[in-house]
Nanobody
Framework: VQLQASGGGLVQAGGSLRLSCAAS????????MAWFRQAPGKEREFVSA????????YYTDSVKGRFTISRDNAKNTLYLQMNDLKPEDTATYLC?????????????????WGQGTQVTVSS
């Protein structure tokens, strides 16, 4: 499956952005989807993941209560609503997909990746 992330930009602290990740296949509804982020000089970090059925959603502690992951299987699209953004959220955000029933937080468990979209939060 091919993934295309979009929606990044420059925003002031406290602002909001909504990221989107469009998938190329109708089988999108069968994939576990996730968002990761990577800041310059740092390792790729898990942000959030959602099961194919949307029943399971996971977040890294630093974004809980501020970010919301969702998906629209009819549109083959994954979303990440980011509110109350902080300068430490600045990174390239990447969407990823994997088949199976187990949600992982480790990047190497995801086979398919989008190209990333840049989020910059100014203080």
């Amino acid at each position: 499956v091919q993934l295309q992330a979009s929606g990044g930009g420059l925003v002031q602290a406290g602002g909001s952005l909504r990221l989107s990740c469009a998938a190329s296949e109708r089988t999108f509804s069968t994939y576990i989807m996730a968002w990761f982020r990577q800041a310059p000089g740092k390792e790729r970090e898990f942000v959030s993941a959602i099961s194919a059925s949307e029943r399971q959603r996971y977040y890294t502690d630093s974004v809980k209560g501020r970010f919301t992951i969702s998906r629209d299987n009819a549109k083959n699209t994954l979303y990440l609503q980011m509110n109350d953004l902080k300068p430490e959220d600045t990174a390239t955000y990447l969407c990823a997909a994997r088949q199976g029933s187990v949600i992982y937080r480790v990047p190497s468990n995801y086979r398919y990746w989008g190209q990333g979209t840049q989020v910059t939060v100014s203080s």
